[in-house]
């Protein structure tokens, strides 16, 4: 089974003062890198998001994009309508799509969708849940339901809660909220006492 990762690094980090989020340092490396080595033996490809400093992406992996003309500044569906054509993503069994500032995400994410996927074999979607919130943007999809996004952003529609709805994702339930810690402020990354 072949499955690939999308890493969505593309936002424009207004809350980080602008800077690109998946470059901050968080414990001495890069958010992006934190990520990547939580994926790496969990997947056989990760691709990555941006809409800058595409180069410094492109040393940590190869499959590097940024989002098509038609559908920047449209926020992270934009990502998914881009990634909708792009031929590595979509003939996957399965992708995990990830947010660039989880850098915690833990090492069964995975297999713990896989088993729920199996347990729902009619399901193509599914999103992380711990006891105290929905994580709509950890998410686990059938590659082909990407290509719904574009006429979901046509319709003026922007959320990925709202898109998951669409498609009648299911949450999978984990049980550490820490693992899905995301940081947007320089106020998150500061230890708590």
């Not at 800058?52 to 499959?63: D, K, S, V």
């Not at 833990?106 to 729920?116: H, K, W």
């Not at 979901?152 to 810690?181: I, N, S």
């Amino acid at each position: 089974m072949k499955i690939s990762a999308l890493i969505m690094a593309g936002g424009e980090g207004r809350r980080m003062g602008g800077q690109d989020k998946g470059l901050v340092k968080w414990q001495g490396k890069a958010f992006i890198d934190h990520v990547i080595g939580n994926l790496q033996n969990q997947v056989s490809h990760i691709a990555v998001s941006v809409n800058r400093n595409i180069e410094a992406y492109a040393e940590r992996t190869p499959h590097v994009f940024a989002d098509a003309r038609q559908w920047q500044g449209l926020g992270p569906l934009a990502a998914l309508s881009t990634a909708a054509s792009d031929v590595r993503l979509t003939t996957a069994d399965w992708l995990l799509i990830v947010p660039c500032d989880t850098p915690n995400l833990p090492d069964d994410l995975v297999v713990t969708f896989l088993m729920d996927a199996q347990d729902y074999p009619a399901t193509a979607a599914f999103y992380a849940e711990t006891d105290t919130q929905a994580h709509y943007s950890i998410m686990f999809v059938r590659p082909q339901l990407l290509q719904s996004t574009v006429d979901y952003l046509y319709t003026g529609m922007r959320t990925l809660r709202g898109w998951l709805e669409q498609q009648h994702a299911r949450p999978v339930h984990f049980p550490d909220e820490t693992a899905f810690a995301n940081y947007n402020s320089p106020q998150d990354m500061e230890p708590t006492s």
